[in-house]
């Protein structure tokens, strides 16, 4: 069996708020890099909120293209409200995926769905911001895989220094 990858495509992303959030959700999840394109993200950088400086760790990449970035045996996976996608509750996500996000204010260009290998969509009422659907495409993935770690010592690991509550078990 592959060992799992995670890679992201950020498709012209409108704010930098955002990117950083993208950035902290790739480390909590795990992922191998970002890529994006256009040129919005550049302008705005410095007010990014990579709060977790995660983009130490995981690379943050401009590309022209996304589909230059596929790595070598991923999926293509877009994630855009589009007629004839599939609802992400109902989709099987592969061990090496290169999951595309389209921006806020726009799509994902048709040239790029069209080399995708599945398109699916968060089925909410309204349509998430683009670090919201990150989080969730993301989360979905992790809780239907075998490779999910669920433990006190993972919650110790994860969790903000100045968070020290316990649940205390009822008798």
Avoid: W
């Avoid at 992201?8 to 959700?25: H, T």
């Avoid at 943050?60 to 007629?83: A, H, R, Y």
């Avoid at 994902?108 to 495409?137: E, F, H």
């Amino acid at each position: 069996m592959n060992e799992s990858k995670i890679t992201i495509g950020l498709s012209d992303p409108k704010s930098p708020s955002n990117v950083g959030a993208v950035m902290r959700a790739a480390g909590c999840f795990q992922a191998d890099a970002v890529f994006y394109t256009g040129e919005r993200y550049v302008r705005a950088a410095r007010f990014n909120t990579d709060t977790k400086d995660v983009s130490k760790k995981i690379p943050l990449t401009g590309v022209c293209c996304l589909l230059e970035g596929v790595p070598k045996e991923s999926k293509i996976i877009c994630v855009e409200l589009v007629e004839g996608a599939v609802p992400l509750p109902e989709y099987q996500h592969p061990d090496q995926a290169f999951y595309i996000f389209g921006p806020e204010d726009g799509t994902i260009s048709q040239q790029v769905i069209d080399k995708a290998d599945a398109v699916v969509y968060v089925p909410t009422i309204g349509c998430l911001n683009l670090a919201a659907t990150v989080n969730v495409v993301l989360y979905d993935r992790i809780s239907k895989s075998s490779l999910t770690v669920a433990n006190d010592e993972l919650i110790r690991q994860s969790r903000d220094t100045n968070n020290n509550v316990k649940v205390k078990i009822k008798a």
